[in-house]
Structure formats: structure tokens, C-alpha cells
């Protein structure tokens, strides 16, 4: 039996037309420019029009990922959409790209793994692909701004909305996904969450009153963990796969915050390797971050045929995955 490829067919973005400056954000949460550029790396980010919801967001990336592939709606078997700020509990998210599309009889789910969910989805959708043929389009896509307590300079300051997404398809052109990893670590689910608005606290009064409506992170747990779990896990990763440091060109994470990006970069030992970012000008965008620069390296023409790419998502669960293609 010829085993099948999984291929990435095509990539696309897009983040909403709205900047939001480090001094329009940082004012409500008694932080100016200089302290937010320090301890993040982000200059900007985008937010989402009033009425412009996740589900907007992901057909215009899915869109230009479609035509950048060459795919039309009608030939995808499977969309996946990555996010945790659904339009709304239900349906699923990825039901109103279908219909925006014009996707008709294409199955639609979404996938919650927080900022490392587009590599979740990714696996997800590759043993449909196998089985039944046609074509996937994963979207990682999320609307932060709508979440955050404008006075929590913790969060606040992080996020921007924007999506990313990718054509996968099982053929015989384009970049090859060679393996993908995932992990969950659930004894950590109390670092980052919005503990609001679920079956085990609705949004009540009393919820309400506490804020538990907004995102919340303890940010040091956060980094201590990416910075200390994230390289081993991608280390291991790269054992399994056969792989070297050395043979990674091209490194991909989520868009977290710049600073922490550099310490895990270093971390990682890649001594070849260009690592990839957007979080400067687009902030943490979730789900989207890694489709997003992912795009942006695509259509820079970042990546050469043969070259290995390595993707990294970390986020709330605490999950991290990681995705290898190579170009």
C-alpha cells in the first residue's frame, strides 16, 4: 500500500483593519509604551471592528489560503477551525465559515487548545484526509480583545485578533508535513483560562462582579513553563523524528510575547535556524499566531524547497504541539 502525504497546498491571513498603539492600550492599565515594548516585544496590534466576529476573521484567512492553494470551497472534505473565542458556544464557529464559504456538505468542527490549537487541528484533520481524499482547511483564528479587562496590564497588553490558515491536502506537490506532536498537561489548567461563562461557573451577578468574564493568566507560571518544558519537548520531538538541530532551517512558534520567544529560541539550540515572528507588529493573536507568520514567511518566499520547518503552539491546558514539514 504507497503510503499518503499530507501537503501544505496553499497558506493565507488576515487581521482587521484596526491599530491599537501601545499607548491607546497600556492608558487604561497605568502602563505607557516603553514598559510594554520592554517586556513584550509588541509595538502594535490589530482588534477586531465592533460586529466583526472570529467566524469573519476566518473565512477572509481561509479564503486567500483557498485561492493560494488553487482550491475551491467545493472540493474541501473537512474545515477545521482552531480557536477559543468562538462566535458563540454554539453552534461550532467552523458551521458559519462552511456557510460563508459556500462549502456546502463539507464537515465543520472546531478545536479548543487554546494558542497552540491550528497544530491540534492540523492532526486532527490529516487521518480524514487519508481516508476520504479531498482537501482540508485548517483555520487558527481568535478575537482577544473582546475577553480582556482593559485595567490588567498582565493581559491587556498581549493580545491582538487576527487568522491564519492552510490548505492541506494528501498529494503528491507541495511541502510535506512529516510528523506533528501533541501534549496536555492538565494538572497546570489554573494558568490560564477565563474561568466565566461555562457549565461550572455561568455568568452570573456574582461572576460578573468578579470579572471572571475576562481572560486571566499568572503570567510567570506561564513563562517558567514554556521556557523550561518547550525545548525539551521539541527536543524530544526532533529525536523522534529523526532530525537534528542542525537540520532545522526555519522555526515557527506562537507569537506569545517577543521576549519570551528570545529565551526560548536560545533555549532550543537551532543553530541554523531563522526564527520567524510577527508578534512585534500583530501581538498574540492565539490560534492565529502561528498560521499567521507561517503566511507571512510563505509569501516573503522565507522557505526553499527541502528545507525543514519546525512549528511550535504552547498555550492554556497547558497544552504545546508541534508540527515538522519540510518545504
Known amino acids: 500500500m504507497t503510503e499518503v502525504s499530507i501537503r501544505v497546498l496553499g497558506t493565507g491571513a488576515y487581521v482587521p483593519e484596526r491599530i491599537v498603539s501601545n499607548d491607546e492600550v497600556g492608558a487604561p492599565a497605568g502602563v505607557d509604551d516603553a514598559w510594554i515594548t520592554g517586556k513584550t516585544g509588541i ?15 476566518a473565512t477572509a484567512a481561509g479564503r486567500a489560503a483557498l485561492e493560494s492553494a488553487g482550491v475551491s470551497p467545493e472540493q474541501l472534505t473537512v474545515i477545521a477551525v482552531a480557536t477559543s473565542t468562538p462566535d458563540q458556544p454554539q453552534p461550532p464557529t467552523a458551521a458559519y465559515v ?30 480524514t484526509l487519508v481516508h476520504r481524499g479531498g482537501y482540508a482547511l485548517v483555520i487558527g483564528a481568535d478575537v482577544y480583545s473582546r475577553i480582556l479587562d482593559p485595567a490588567d496590564r498582565r493581559t491587556v497588553v498581549l493580545f491582538g485578533d487576527g487568522a491564519g490558515a492552510m490548505v492541506l491536502g494528501p498529494t503528491g506537490r507541495g ?11 492538565g494538572d497546570l489548567t489554573g494558568l490560564i483560562g ?45 529525536h523522534e523524528a529523526g ?15 517577543g521576549v519570551m520567544l528570545d529565551a526560548v529560541f536560545e533555549e532550543l539550540h537551532l543553530p541554523r535556524a531563522t526564527m520567524h515572528r510577527t508578534v512585534e507588529r500583530y501581538g498574540n493573536t492565539g490560534a492565529a499566531s502561528i498560521p ?24 492554556g491546558g497547558m497544552a504545546a504541539s508541534f508540527a515538522l514539514i519540510e518545504w
Not at 502594535?44 to 467566524?55: D, F, I, K, L, N
Not at 497544530?119 to 487521518?127: E, I, K, P, T
Not at 499567521?292 to 527541502?306: K, L, Q
Request: glycine share 12%.
Open 98 to 127: 462552511q456557510h460563508h464559504l459556500g462549502a456546502a456538505g463539507t464537515a465543520a468542527f472546531d478545536v479548543n487548545a487554546v494558542c497552540s490549537g491550528t497544530v491540534f487541528a492540523l492532526s486532527s484533520v490529516a487521518g
Open 292 to 315: 499567521i507568520t507561517m503566511d507571512a514567511a510563505v509569501r516573503a518566499g522565507s522557505f526553499r524547497p527541502g528545507e525543514l520547518v519546525l512549528l511550535a503552539g504552547f498555550g
Open 243 to 257: 532530525v537534528e538541530a542542525a537540520d532545522i532551517s526555519h522555526f515557527v512558534p506562537h507569537q506569545a510575547n
Open 43 to 57: 509595538r502594535q496590534r490589530r482588534w477586531a471592528a465592533a460586529g466583526q466576529a472570529t467566524s469573519d476573521l
Open 175 to 185: 511541502p510535506v508535513v512529516r510528523r506533528v506532536a501533541l501534549h496536555t498537561f
Open 194 to 238: 477565563v474561568q466565566g461563562g461555562g457549565s461550572r461557573r455561568p455568568l452570573d451577578e456574582a461572576a460578573l462582579g468578579a470579572g471572571l468574564q475576562y481572560f486571566a493568566m499568572d503570567g510567570r507560571a506561564v513563562r517558567r513553563f514554556v521556557v523550561e518544558q518547550l525545548p525539551q519537548l521539541a527536543k524530544g520531538f526532533l
